[in-house]
């Protein structure tokens, strides 16, 4: 009896070790997520404050300069609104900002004008104070004015009602102050603390292209080992895009404020209209690769052959986005973008000539579209780089092809580029 009782003792015990084994492996391995995680979180807030830091500097300067301007120049005792001006100009996103002072000053006139015709001839009160707002609201509205001006011409509308029986000639300060925040918030934007628009652009365009470049990566490693769940993701990460791609966009049209304001940054404006064109065929490369990363989900499923060239062609297009990056940062000619996208097309047609089924077709498709893609972006024609990747592309040099026109009898057919 004691020696099966300290068998079952011990049986028990190596299941408790192994149980333990187990535990700690899980639970070392979720810390270890966690760990990672919270390096990763504090990564990305670290970043955003870099990225914020420059606005940031400049709101505490403009409301600083505009309470200066409003009180001591002006001799408005408390120029409350000047400093909320300025920062609410800067608030908004980069390269509307000049729109913005514009709005803030025709929104506080519509609510001057609407608060005072209604106090003069309805007096002040709750339901006086409704029917400005309201009246305010829908005039802005029936003007075509945009949620700037609607808000500020309701808020002034407010004001002009709760404190018109308390404080004298509201208006004309009102009005004041919110040209001279506007005013103050431009001047410091280009003037005493322009941002670099290049080092804004390059930050910006950083998470657009990293992320393109990884996915065409995984993408590439999935069709070599045939890992439909590994494309998948890609796909899926490809497709929750937007915020890098509204970022760029952002940059781009601030970066375009800040030339056209700046004197300092006028020397930039041809690098600057270089950064606007690329954003539409960067868009386009992104969409485009979408489809080849979804043609390559149904490939694998599909079980269509995977000519080794194939992937090789993908990850080529990685590399021609991060050196299209690279470049762009260093303000180079993109020169070794241009010919990895190139190289990318010849692995294509490489891979086209050993053979595809119907989704590969379209993955070399996608392949040779999204080079065109590059290809503009880096600073050529529409046109010119259609022809140049026809060209790479081989379509006539195929194994087998007769001098001359190709077939048309022959499937499957590579859909034209563009």
């Known amino acids: 009896m004691a020696v099966a009782r300290d068998r079952r003792l011990g049986w028990l015990r190596r299941d408790r070790e192994g149980l333990s084994d187990v535990d700690t492996a899980r639970i070392a391995e979720t810390v270890a997520q966690l760990h990672q995680r919270s390096k990763a979180t504090l990564h990305d807030r670290l970043h955003r404050v870099r990225m914020a830091l420059g606005l940031a500097v400049q709101a505490g300067l403009a409301a600083g300069l505009s309470w200066v301007a409003a009180h001591e120049i002006l001799g408005n005792p408390q120029p409350v609104f000047a400093p909320i ?40 009160g709750p339901w006086q104070l409704g029917l400005v707002v309201t009246s305010a609201i829908l005039l802005t509205i029936f003007a075509g004015g945009s949620v700037a001006i609607v808000i500020q011409a309701a808020a002034t509308a407010v004001l002009i009602v709760t404190l018109s029986p308390s404080v004298e000639h509201l208006e004309i ?48 490693d999935g069709l070599r080992e045939r890992d439909r769940e590994k ?56 969409r485009n690769s979408g489809t080849l990363i979804r043609r390559g989900v149904t490939l694998v499923e599909d079980d269509e052959p995977v000519p080794a060239p194939m992937p090789d062609a ?81 379509e006539l040099d195929r194994p087998g092809a007769p001098a001359g026109p190709e077939p048309a009898a022959k499937p499957p057919t590579a859909p034209p580029v563009g």
């Open 85 to 124: 001006s300025a920062v609410g100009t800067l608030a908004v996103s980069v390269g509307q900002r000049f729109r913005r002072t514009v709005e803030l000053i025709i929104g506080v006139a519509v609510g001057v004008a609407v608060g005072d015709l209604l106090v003069y001839l309805l007096g002040t």
């Open 231 to 286: 494309i998948q993701t890609a796909l899926d990460r490809l497709r929750n895009n937007k915020e890098e791609l509204a970022t760029l966009t952002e940059a781009i049209e601030g970066a375009k404020e800040t030339a056209l304001l700046s004197p300092a940054r006028w020397h930039r404006r041809s690098e600057l209209t270089h950064y606007a064109e690329a954003a539409d065929p960067i868009d386009r490369a992104m």
């Open 173 to 220: 300060p009102r009005f004041v102050d919110a040209f001279v925040g506007g005013s103050i918030a431009l001047l410091v934007t280009a003037i005493l603390l322009p941002l670099n628009p290049l080092r804004v652009l390059n930050r910006a365009a950083r998470p657009a292209l990293d992320l393109l470049a990884e996915q065409l990566d995984v993408t590439a």
């Open 314 to 394: 993908v990850a080529h297009l990685a590399e021609a986005v991060r050196l299209l990056k690279r470049e762009f940062a260093q303000g180079e000619e993109p020169e070794q973008a241009r010919e990895r996208a190139l190289r990318a097309v010849s692995e294509a047609g490489r891979a086209y000539a050993e053979g595809v089924g119907f989704s590969g077709s379209v993955v070399v498709a996608q392949v040779r579209t999204t080079a065109s893609d590059l290809m503009v972006a880096s600073g050529i024609s529409q046109e010119e780089a259609n022809r140049l990747v026809r060209q790479s592309f081989g």
